[in-house]
């Protein structure tokens, strides 16, 4: 980063630089650099005549010193009065600087393309660009390309899939070195048949922009010293990007062709987007974000900016709350905690308040677990009445969650906004059984000379680790045979647990679960808050799954350890059922798995 914009350079030397790329520079753009005091009054006066015959500057007149001033102190608007500001500057700079240091600042400075979020910035940096090669290997071809970049970077890249133009400015760079006699005929005659460059396979298919914008936002308030530039070495993991990013790709193109209602809101000109934040749940280092459908359209990063409604992904911690407290009855809250979901009316402050359930039935008794697998409003509402709004405020506080938070009833169903770091940072608590560690974007920062900053990971816990592993056994089963059932019919079938969200209008859906090695956040929705129908399951949880079958599976089919103090036991389908009103609800024909403290273990 320099000046906060992102930018790939590699800061050369003049000695660095091959003869071959001193003279294809000069020829093309200052033939008598070596000659003059800095401006060239033929040039200047025929951008005069240019100018009063257009009544605009349409021509530069520039030699390398005064493009070199306007690169380093002044703007590049095409003005008679920058054009004199240059003009002085330029002798000035003449009189005080040699020319090989004026050409080395140069050739370090001048703008070289743009890599998505990156410019590309002096021949140091475009040299392995566009060539992958350091600049003191370059060839006369290559060096006579990058000379014919300079005067164009958009038009002469030689990555185009039309690239003419490239070849064209590439061989007339030649054909000036031939005019000043730096080549011989048989030495342009060969040149001017080799080949550009093709643009390389990499591992990514755009440069992570949406990552790349979330650290040049992170960092705004650490108030690094930034005179050197800064370089950031980031969490990201390359092909977890690419996994993510060819996931959202895939799940928004795939929702709009099996839902009618979204091709009619496309036609209409609204665009449904997406965002996708995955953690390493041991460090909360992120690997993969993406913050939109396409960076190119809108540079609008939802998965740092959007505060959107959460809905039914705050129900974990209503029921990590309730798992730290006791019932009426002095007992311990844990998964076959009998709720009775029943409509009620909770009244407070002259108001009331009355939750339905999505289905717009109700349930009867039901297990606690069962409760939360299938995101019942009800029966969650009594839960977290029962345990108290402010403790449930305090929990969200402690997991990292920054947001205002008011203790009102309808916080038990998520009727409030969060950003997606909050959720992660959540999520990854719950993963890490309590162990609260904020996610990062980046390990160390440096500027080229300093060590300025270095992440070392620390866990502050912040509620037991039995409490959360109770908690993570519930949520498995959300997957198994809960609102996520339908993951395991998708493809990934190792070890997970979840929750979906939906919020009450359809304008937000919601999937954030993790294994034990890596969480992972999706949103989908419209930026204007225009309800799409989608649920939590039809939303955000394909593009989840896409995701996790990806790159998830690469640390094998590993299980949750379950720390001490606490036991898994198998519940049988048929004491459930015993305890239920409603059996349809269960979904398996399993017995159920769950997690429970030792001390209050059936």
Same mark, same amino acid.
């Given at each position: 980063?320099?000046?906060?914009?992102?930018?790939?350079?590699?800061?050369?030397?003049?000695?660095?630089?091959?003869?071959?790329?001193?003279?294809?520079?000069?020829?093309?753009?200052?033939?008598?650099?070596?000659?003059?005091?800095?401006?060239?009054?033929?040039?200047?006066?025929?951008?005069?005549?240019?100018?009063?015959?257009?009544?605009?500057?349409?021509?530069?007149?520039?030699?390398?010193?005064?493009?070199?001033?306007?690169?380093?102190?002044?703007?590049?608007?095409?003005?008679?009065?920058?054009?004199?500001?240059?003009?002085?500057?330029?002798?000035?700079?003449?009189?005080?600087?040699?020319?090989?240091?004026?050409?080395?600042?140069?050739?370090?400075?001048?703008?070289?393309?743009?890599?998505?979020?990156?410019?590309?910035?002096?021949?140091?940096?475009?040299?392995?660009?566009?060539?992958?090669?350091?600049?003191?290997?370059?060839?006369?071809?290559?060096?006579?390309?990058?000379?014919?970049?300079?005067?164009?970077?958009?038009?002469? =890249?030689?990555?185009?899939?039309?690239?003419?133009?490239?070849?064209?400015?590439?061989?007339?760079?030649?054909?000036?070195?031939?005019?000043?006699?730096?080549?011989?005929?048989?030495?342009?005659?060969?040149?001017?048949?080799?080949?550009?460059?093709?643009?390389?396979?990499?591992?990514?298919?755009?440069?992570?922009?949406?990552?790349?914008?979330?650290?040049?936002?992170?960092?705004?308030?650490?108030?690094?010293?930034?005179?050197?530039?800064?370089?950031?070495?980031?969490?990201?993991?390359?092909?977890?990007?690419?996994?993510?990013?060819?996931?959202?790709?895939?799940?928004?193109?795939?929702?709009?062709?099996?839902?009618? =209602?979204?091709?009619?809101?496309?036609?209409?000109?609204?665009?449904?987007?997406?965002?996708?934040?995955?953690?390493?749940?041991?460090?909360? *280092?992120?690997?993969?974000?993406?913050?939109?459908? %396409?960076?190119?359209?809108?540079?609008?990063?939802?998965?740092?900016?959007?505060?959107?409604?959460?809905?039914?992904?705050?129900?974990?911690?209503?029921?990590?709350?309730?798992?730290? =407290?006791?019932?009426?009855?002095? *007992?311990?809250?844990?998964?076959?905690?009998?709720?009775?979901?029943?409509?009620?009316?909770?009244?407070? *402050?002259?108001? %009331?308040?009355?939750?339905?359930?999505?289905?717009?039935?109700?349930?009867?008794?039901?297990?606690?677990?069962?409760?939360?697998?299938?995101?019942?409003?009800?029966?969650?509402?009594?839960?977290?009445?029962?345990?108290?709004?402010?403790?449930?405020?305090?929990?969200?506080?402690?997991?990292?969650?920054?947001?205002?938070?008011?203790?009102?009833? %309808?916080?038990?169903?998520?009727?409030?906004?969060?950003?997606?770091?909050?959720?992660?940072?959540?999520?990854?608590?719950?993963?890490?059984?309590?162990?609260?560690?904020?996610?990062?974007?980046?390990?160390?920062?440096?500027?080229?000379?300093?060590?300025?900053?270095?992440?070392?990971?620390?866990?502050?816990?912040?509620?037991?680790?039995?409490?959360?592993?109770?908690?993570?056994?519930?949520?498995?089963?959300?997957?198994?045979?809960?609102?996520?059932?339908?993951?395991?019919?998708?493809?990934?079938?190792?070890?997970?647990?979840?929750?979906?969200?939906?919020?009450?209008?359809?304008?937000?859906?919601?999937?954030?679960?993790?294994?034990?090695?890596?969480?992972?956040?999706?949103?989908?929705?419209?930026?204007?808050?225009?309800?799409?129908?989608?649920?939590?399951?039809?939303?955000?949880?394909?593009?989840?799954?896409?995701?996790?079958?990806?790159?998830?599976?690469?640390?094998?089919?590993?299980?949750?350890?379950?720390?001490?103090?606490?036991?898994?036991?198998?519940?049988?389908?048929?004491?459930?059922?015993?305890?239920?009103?409603?059996?349809?609800?269960?979904?398996?024909?399993?017995?159920?798995?769950?997690?429970?403290?030792?001390?209050?273990?059936?």
């Amino acid at each position: 980063f320099y000046d906060g914009q992102p930018m790939l350079r590699r800061l050369i030397t003049i000695n660095e630089t091959p003869l071959s790329c001193l003279n294809a520079i000069t020829s093309i753009e200052d033939k008598d650099f070596l000659n003059h005091q800095g401006v060239s009054f033929r040039a200047i006066t025929r951008a005069l005549l240019s100018m009063v015959s257009h009544g605009r500057v349409t021509q530069g007149g520039s030699t390398i010193t005064q493009q070199l001033v306007k690169n380093y102190f002044l703007t590049s608007e095409r003005t008679l009065k920058r054009k004199i500001k240059e003009f002085f500057m330029a002798l000035i700079l003449e009189s005080k600087v040699s020319k090989d240091l004026i050409l080395q600042n140069y050739l370090n400075v001048i703008y070289m393309g743009q890599s998505g979020p990156f410019q590309v910035r002096g021949y140091g940096a475009a040299a392995e660009y566009y060539f992958n090669k350091k600049l003191e290997n370059l060839e006369l071809p290559e060096c006579a390309l990058l000379a014919a970049i300079v005067n164009s970077p958009g038009r002469f =890249n030689p990555f185009k899939s039309d690239s003419s133009a490239a070849l064209q400015r590439r061989n007339r760079v030649l054909e000036k070195m031939l005019e000043n006699s730096h080549i011989d005929q048989q030495t342009f005659n060969e040149a001017s048949q080799s080949q550009l460059p093709k643009s390389p396979q990499r591992l990514l298919t755009e440069p992570a922009p949406y990552f790349v914008d979330a650290i040049s936002e992170k960092i705004k308030d650490k108030n690094f010293n930034a005179e050197n530039g800064l370089k950031i070495y980031t969490t990201m993991v390359p092909e977890a990007q690419e996994a993510a990013l060819q996931a959202v790709r895939k799940g928004l193109d795939s929702i709009e062709k099996s839902h009618k =209602n979204i091709q009619e809101l496309s036609q209409q000109g609204k665009s449904l987007q997406a965002l996708l934040i995955a953690a390493e749940v041991s460090t909360g *280092e992120i690997i993969a974000l993406v913050g939109g459908s %396409s960076f190119k359209k809108t540079q609008y990063n939802r998965a740092i900016s959007g505060h959107r409604q959460v809905g039914s992904i705050m129900k974990p911690l209503i029921y990590l709350t309730a798992l730290e =407290n006791f019932t009426d009855n002095g *007992e311990r809250y844990n998964p076959l905690t009998i709720i009775e979901d029943e409509p009620f009316t909770y009244k407070y *402050e002259n108001q %009331s308040w009355s939750p339905k359930n999505y289905s717009n039935k109700t349930f009867g008794r039901l297990p606690l677990f069962v409760a939360l697998k299938n995101s019942i409003n009800i029966s969650t509402a009594k839960v977290g009445l029962q345990v108290g709004l402010n403790s449930i405020v305090d929990l969200s506080k402690r997991m990292g969650i920054e947001s205002a938070l008011q203790p009102l009833p %309808s916080i038990t169903l998520g009727a409030f906004e969060l950003f997606p770091f909050e959720v992660l940072n959540v999520y990854g608590t719950i993963a890490r059984y309590g162990s609260f560690i904020p996610s990062q974007l980046y390990t160390k920062v440096d500027d080229n000379k300093h060590n300025l900053y270095e992440y070392h990971p620390q866990g502050q816990q912040i509620t037991s680790a039995q409490t959360a592993a109770v908690l993570v056994g519930m949520m498995k089963q959300t997957i198994l045979s809960g609102t996520g059932r339908s993951i395991p019919l998708r493809g990934f079938k190792y070890p997970a647990a979840g929750k979906t969200g939906t919020t009450s209008d359809t304008k937000d859906s919601w999937f954030a679960g993790f294994t034990p090695h890596v969480v992972c956040v999706v949103w989908v929705g419209y930026d204007d808050n225009t309800p799409h129908g989608l649920t939590g399951a039809s939303g955000a949880l394909p593009i989840w799954t896409e995701f996790m079958k990806t790159y998830a599976t690469r640390y094998g089919e590993t299980e949750f350890t379950i720390p001490e103090g606490t036991v898994k036991l198998t519940v049988p389908r048929q004491k459930l059922l015993e305890m239920m009103d409603d059996h349809e609800i269960l979904h398996t024909e399993d017995d159920i798995e769950l997690v429970f403290r030792t001390e209050n273990a059936p």
